[in-house]
């Protein structure tokens, strides 16, 4: 059963912008704070922004101002509207739960297959 999908990814130049979109399924999504994650070529995969069921929202600095979550509960769908991209900003980019603070430990999702977005001229 296919819990994560992402979309929304491309190629873009620098300065450009694209809005990401997850489905979840209700048993990812309800209730819990849910992330947009990054993984770089040869990078681990980071936590980039995460909003909580009632819409407070938390960034890394790499991102902030830049990059807004938000969420639609009525249609288990989180977006990531990435604004000022950076060639630097080139990774796949996968939604699943995520911590509210970087210390709590939570039950990810099987990862979905992401989305691939590539900032460059």
């Known amino acids: 059963q296919v819990q994560l999908v992402e979309s929304g990814g491309g190629l873009v130049q620098p300065g450009g912008s694209l809005r990401l979109s997850c489905a979840a399924s209700?048993?990812?999504?309800?209730?819990?704070?849910m992330g947009w994650y990054r993984q770089a070529p040869g990078k681990q995969r980071e936590l980039v922004a995460r909003i909580s069921n009632y819409g407070r929202s938390k960034y890394v600095d790499s991102v902030k101002d830049r990059f807004i979550i938000s969420r639609d509960n009525a249609k288990n769908t989180v977006y990531l509207q990435m604004n000022s991209l950076k060639p630097e900003d080139t990774a796949v980019y996968y939604c699943?739960?995520?911590?509210?603070?970087?210390?709590?430990?939570?039950?990810?999702?099987?990862w979905g297959q992401g989305t691939q977005v590539i900032v460059s001229s």
């Open positions: 209700g048993s990812v999504f309800n209730f819990n704070t």
């Open positions: 699943n739960r995520a911590p509210w603070e970087l210390s709590d430990i939570v039950d990810v999702a099987p």
